[in-house]
């Protein structure tokens, strides 16, 4: 009785569960995947070879040399609205640029939200930025329990990971002491940095050889950029920079050889009051408010991005959208402000529907595609071009026009956007089996 029950529970429920149509036409190169990189405290005022960091008291400071972080399409001027670590990694993921830790935790306000969604399994390797909320919308995180370089505390939470991920993060838990064995200053600083980079690319090639069609989104923060800055001063931020750019090269190399998208981005920056300060800061009132401390990279490479460098002003709440778009996912994020850039070389159009309808895609009166479901994504078509979508149904046919400068989405379902005359009959049918189902077992109990 119970195994009938369970099937008639599932039968039943995976009409309302949305499915996805996804569409591609015109053979697009796509990635399969993401690496999300951030890097605490990372100023693009002090490696961009458009910027120039100045300290508080109008000196100039000095800059990084570090070609291997300029690589693909590069955002000149991206400013975080916060420059405070746990509300600029919220306003990250969520595309929200009032966002903060809290809203992180709710429903659909995430890019990892959008992602579960569409059957990709979410990863991260954290040093800081990994706050409960962050790491509850993991299904794998290795992560720093505390910022100490003296006792790092490495754990792992997972909520569903892939075959043999909790045995790879566990032996990279275990290699942390043997990065920091007998090294102090600066060195120790840019060792931890490294195993965080060097644990990240060991999780993207195990993804990439044991689970090859899974597609995943890999978050990865460094923190002792940050660190370095605070403690260390500017000469040394400087060079902690440099070091990275080093040894960030081998999770470059692993993304473009196998077309993972991959973006590069901070937290916020860091300010120094003058040169050779000690110590810098970013979110105390003395600093909050100067470029520096503002100023964040957007770097990104993906096999569907046009590359080169792009001026105009943007926020860190568009990283949100834009990565989803390179993914050719919608931007269903709750609460986002944050707009795409437009720096994919087709564009997509995603679709909601009644699933009772047909949805056809047509160009200059000819049908060039059509599928039924309660989402789709037609994925691959030419810029500037125009297009009508048709959904029809028993009710007739319903048609929009879109002229494609960037993605874009339609829908086709009721104003009211709630549950549909379908979806209420299936809810009230499985209420039925349930309550009807334990009166049974009731029965056979007693
Ligand atoms: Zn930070």
Known sequence: MKKVLIILLLLLTSNIVSAVSEITLNDVKRPQSAILF??????SSYYYPELAPIALDGSALLKARAQNLTFGTRIIYVKTPHPVTGIAHSVIVTGYSDANEEIVGYPDATIYDVTRQHGFVNLAVMETGDFSNMRQEQDIILFAENNSLDKPGISIQAKSSPPGMYELMYDWKMKMPSYLNNISGRERYRAYNKWSIDAANAVANAMIKDHPSQKFL????????DSGGHNLGDDDYVRLIEDLDRDFYSIYKTAQDNDIALFLTADHGMSFATKNARRGGHSSDKYSSKLES????LVMLSPNAVSGVVSGEYGQEDIAPTLLSVLDLPSHLQYADGKAINIKKYASIFVKADSQYTVSLWNDGRKISESSDSELVFAGLPLNTSYTLKATGARGTYEEHVSLDSDKQVSFRKPDGGIGNRQMFAIILVLIVIIGGMIVIK????
């Open 218 to 225: 890999l978050t990865v923060n460094v923190g002792e950029i």
């Open 294 to 297: 503002l100023r964040i990279p």
């Open 443 to 446: 029965r056979i109990k007693d």
């Open 38 to 43: 951030i890097v605490d405290g990372f100023g």
